[in-house]
């Protein structure tokens, strides 16, 4: 059975009819009608809403760090995200909107100016005073709120992770920064070792020990070595560009080396846990699209006073409504629910199969290149080992073309190259599983911190 706030009748059965009616002149002849409908409804606050301001009380707005370590890139990233600052703006709207469909649970007053014509118009004008308290919805207002609380749920894991997301890029910017810089002196070394080959071979040619295309073969050599040079440092100068965007600033350098803890807690994700929170809202929302035909009942007090007159005319009316016919609306608002609930429920399916995935491919690339690392070290020194060697067959005993010292040289810079660019990939797949298993903010120390009025911890509700 549908509960029926009372409070308004109650009020209107209790009160003396002598408060109804007055002799006094003007508007406060109507006041004890808006003391009656401000006096009734009171529904408890959101728990959502309570839980978010409560931990937010206990935790310091966040700063920008002082430093140039990665935890103060990573804290001014966060206040000059725009991203940050649109979704909690998005999660204060939903606060706002739990506050829009709770008012229905009060009673609603209007004022205005009344005048009509015919049989069954209002006659002269009249200032009337009414008010509306929806007594039966059968739940309507009730599944209302809790949606709009979902959705402020839904709101806030945006925001979690769209801060995890800010972190992670400030971090791996900050780092690929470093790491292009560690590029650029490997790259350096190829081309100064080509130009002492130059020098070198200009030198033997002058007294006849080699010959002029070997001299060529070493300027295409060192032509291409100092091409991708360049090339090494205009992608460090776009890298500094990107990350003084999103920090304020633009010397990159080393960040923590994380724990490899890809699973997240409880083995749920953001995701997994929006994907569930749809789900519900799907629900209410297919619960009240069957339910739309029901009709609703709701109470309607007027006070109504005409104009150059003293005295009030009060009146209750009962208002009962239940659609008939819209054109076929609700039977296809009905579909439309069931096929958003069935969307919702694959939704959550798709999520949980994403986090087995992700943890293994998480855990495939990270031994991965743990072991390309083990072999570009070893495959390093083989090549050093090499390029003397044809280094001495070449220049000492005439024995080797120029053409295999090159290629040595080559390769071996190529893999010290590659050595720099799996220490950086290996530390960005630790950033994503430090972002999935929730230890990214606390080994960054952000846990402690709150911003836009919202708690930066990473224990969820």
């Known amino acids: 059975m549908p509960q029926i706030n009372g409070c308004l009748i109650q009020s209107l059965a209790t009160a003396p009819l002598d408060r109804w009616r007055f002799n006094i002149s003007g508007k406060l002849a109507i006041l004890p009608l808006i003391l009656i409908l401000a006096g009734c409804g009171n529904s408890p606050e959101s728990e959502t809403v309570r839980h978010i301001e409560t931990r937010s009380q206990t935790l310091k707005p966040l700063t920008p760090g002082e430093g140039k370590d990665a935890q103060s890139a990573v804290r001014a990233a966060l206040l000059l995200d725009p991203s940050v600052r649109e979704q909690a703006s998005l999660t204060g709207a939903s606060v706002d909107q739990i506050a829009i ?203 109504r006073a005409g104009i150059g007159t003293d005295g009030i005319k009060t009146g209750m009316n009962v208002e009962i409504g ?58 390093i020194t083989l090549l050093a080992e090499t390029r003397d060697l044809y280094y001495t067959q070449y220049i000492k005993l005439g024995t080797r073309q120029i053409t295999d010292l090159l290629d040595a040289e080559e390769s071996l810079h190529l893999r010290k190259a590659e050595l720099v660019e799996a220490g950086f990939d290996l530390q960005k797949r630790l950033v994503e599983c430090a972002a999935r298993s929730k230890v990214l903010r606390r080994e960054l120390g952000l846990n402690k911190f709150q911003t836009y009025g919202y708690p930066l911890t990473a224990d969820g509700f």
Do not use: W
């Not at 923590?256 to 890809?262: A, G, H, I, Y």
């Not at 209410?284 to 006070?303: C, D, F, K, M, T």
């Not at 999520?351 to 083990?374: T, Y």
């Open 101 to 303: 469909e709770r008012s229905a649970l009060m009673p609603s007053l209007s004022f205005g100016l009344v005048a009509g014509v015919g049989e069954v118009g209002a006659g002269d004008p009249d200032i009337e005073l009414s008010g509306n308290q929806v007594l039966v919805d059968f739940g309507g207002r009730k599944r209302a709120i809790k949606a709009a609380d979902v959705n402020l749920q839904i709101q806030y894991l945006k925001f979690q992770a769209t801060v995890d997301a800010s972190i992670s890029t400030a971090l791996i910017t900050y780092r690929q920064v470093a790491m292009l810089q560690n590029l650029i002196k490997v790259k350096a070394a190829h081309l100064a070792s080509m130009e002492d080959l130059h020098k070198l071979i200009t030198e033997r040619i002058n007294i006849g020990a080699s010959s002029s295309p070997d001299l060529l073969e070493i300027r295409n050599r060192m032509e291409r070595a100092a091409f991708d040079l360049q090339d090494a440092k205009m992608e460090l100068a776009e890298m500094r560009d990107k990350l003084l965007r999103l920090t304020g600033r633009s010397d990159g350098g080393m960040i923590p080396n994380f724990t490899q803890t890809c699973g997240p807690p409880d083995g749920e994700t953001d995701q997994l846990r929006i994907a569930r929170l749809e789900l519900v809202k799907a629900r209410l929302n297919l619960e009240g699209a069957q339910r739309a035909r029901l009709p609703s009942i709701s109470l309607n007090p007027v006070g």
């Open 322 to 379: 239940s659609p008939l016919f819209n054109g076929g609306a609700i039977k296809a608002r009905e579909n439309a629910a069931r096929n958003l609930q069935r969307s919702a429920e694959a939704l959550v399916e798709a999520e949980q199969r994403n986090i087995r995935l992700d943890d293994l491919r998480l855990r495939r690339q990270i031994s991965s290149l743990k072991e390309k690392q083990l072999m570009l070290a070893r495959q």
